[in-house]
């Protein structure tokens, strides 16, 4: 069974661009969640989706992030115009349950400069 | 909301010990532990978990202890190896009411000196 997969696997932009990034995560997951960890410190929670619906966005730092998941399957994760602080590995995570556990994607790292 | 402390950051041990790594967490509704191993240039893994009814959980060398009274849980490895190194991450989260994603400690980066 394949894992929780996603793209790219490292992204450099400049400020004041965009990126998108993409998550597909484990075939029959409802949940999937998006975290970032930012020079070196905790994983931080985004957001929630059950399905196609955002459960909890609570994390999301501010209206420069939009994610989306079409379909209740893979979802996206755009960060419009990109900011130096937006610099981190941002993690995507599925789960059957939610409250339970969780795996990962390997990440990706994204650069601001 | 959840908050969870982790502790130590750093922690280098020789081949062979034991290591220890301790968390606390403030939300007296969490009911599921999970720890994770993160190794470099990977996501971080799930290695261990225990549920609020359990006392402790063990799996080959790795163990983990939840005192729900205290609010801490612990992760222990036995006969650390050299491929035990890498960052471990603790968390938390409920089930059934409030924010089911989790809340994790700032990470754990444990080397194991041969």
């Known amino acids: 069974e394949a894992g929780v997969t996603q793209f790219p696997s490292h992204s450099v932009i400049e400020k004041g661009q965009t990126v998108t990034l993409r998550c597909d995560p484990i075939s029959g997951h409802d949940n999937l969640y998006w975290y970032r960890r930012v020079m070196g410190k905790e994983i931080k929670f985004l957001l929630h989706?059950?399905?196609?619906?955002?459960?909890?966005e609570s994390g999301m730092p501010n209206n420069r992030f939009l994610a989306e998941r079409t379909g209740g399957t893979y979802s996206t994760l755009k960060v419009q115009p990109a900011e130096l602080e937006d610099s981190g590995v941002y993690f995507c995570a599925s789960s059957q349950e939610g409250g339970r556990a969780a795996f990962f994607g390997q990440g990706t790292r994204l650069t601001v400069v | 909301g959840e908050n969870v402390e982790q502790h130590p950051s750093t922690l280098s041990v020789q081949e062979g010990d034991s290591a220890v790594i301790k968390c606390t967490y403030s939300?007296?509704?969490?009911?599921?532990f999970p720890w994770y191993k993160q190794e470099l240039g990977k996501g971080p893994q799930l290695i261990i978990d225990i549920r609020s009814n359990v006392g402790e959980k063990k799996d080959q060398r790795i163990a983990v202890t939840l005192n729900k009274t205290a609010k801490h849980f612990s992760l222990h490895i036995t006969e650390t190896q050299p491929e035990d190194s890498a960052v471990y991450f603790c968390a938390a989260t409920r089930k059934y009411t409030g924010r089911r994603a989790l809340t994790f400690g700032s990470g754990t980066r444990l080397q194991v000196q041969p």
């Open positions: 989706f059950v399905k196609e619906s955002k459960q909890d």
């Open positions: 939300d007296s509704a969490s009911n599921y």
